[in-house]
């Protein structure tokens, strides 16, 4: 099984502020990742796939990037409504994973 | 448009069974994959499994096969989660989502709170 681990754990910005989260897999998952949004008491978003895709309906200020172990995805200037928590997922093997979240809360 | 439409809520106790459902609509329900993702209390997100109605193709999560079965009724364009004796520690949200044009989870569920106590 591929092991996501996402850093940092928590990350604390102010709007305006650029975010970079970081998703590292524990073997080469190519670019089958993907970068989902998560609000409270709501179901996740998908953000981001295959790496580098922004999903229908997502704001250019977000972006994904990476291949093989290591993904990023960035926030280029943070607004309020993008504090939320954040996760990576996998497709490159059965079974799918994710990563264990960053929660992006306002400084 | 596409909609996934889960279940309510349930209250269960340790040992009972239960089945929730997840109903598709706004595309075809059997040319793409539905899976189902845990999320416990204050936790992440896990995911449990997945099934192609297509063809019933199923596969699980080492953590959760042989503790659930997934399921779908192509006749209904409805997924299911069964669990033969539930545990305390199976309390948590349910989500469904749906592989759809991107090969990722592009719609979601609105989720379904299992609570088992005793």
């Known amino acids: 099984e591929i092991v996501l681990t996402q850093s940092p754990a928590t990350l604390s910005l102010s709007p305006g502020e650029r975010a970079t989260l970081s998703c590292r897999a524990s073997q080469s998952v190519s670019s089958y990742l993907a970068w989902y949004q998560q609000k409270p008491g709501q179901a996740p978003r998908l953000l981001i796939y295959d790496a580098s895709n922004r999903a229908t309906g997502i704001p250019a200020r977000f972006s994904g990037s990476g291949s093989g172990t290591d993904f990023t995805l960035t926030i280029s200037s943070l607004e309020p409504e993008d504090f939320a928590v954040y996760y990576c997922?996998?497709?490159?093997?059965?079974?799918?994973?994710f990563g264990q979240g960053t929660r992006l809360e306002i400084k | 448009e596409v909609q996934l439409v889960q279940s309510g809520a349930e209250v269960k106790k340790p040992g009972e069974s239960l089945k929730i459902s997840c109903k598709g609509s706004g595309y075809s329900f059997t040319s793409y994959w539905i899976g189902w993702v845990r999320q416990m209390p204050g936790k992440g997100l896990e995911w449990m499994g997945i099934i192609y109605p297509g063809d019933s193709d199923t596969r699980y999560s080492p953590s959760f096969q042989g503790q659930v079965t997934i399921s779908a009724d192509k006749s209904i364009s409805t997924a299911y989660l069964q669990w033969s004796s539930l545990k305390a520690s199976d309390t948590a949200m349910y989500y469904c989502?749906?592989?759809?044009?991107?090969?990722?989870?592009?719609?979601w569920g609105q989720g379904t709170l299992v609570t088992v106590s005793s």
């Open positions: 989502a749906v592989v759809a044009t991107t090969y990722y989870f592009d719609y």
């Open positions: 997922q996998q497709r490159s093997n059965w079974p799918w994973t």
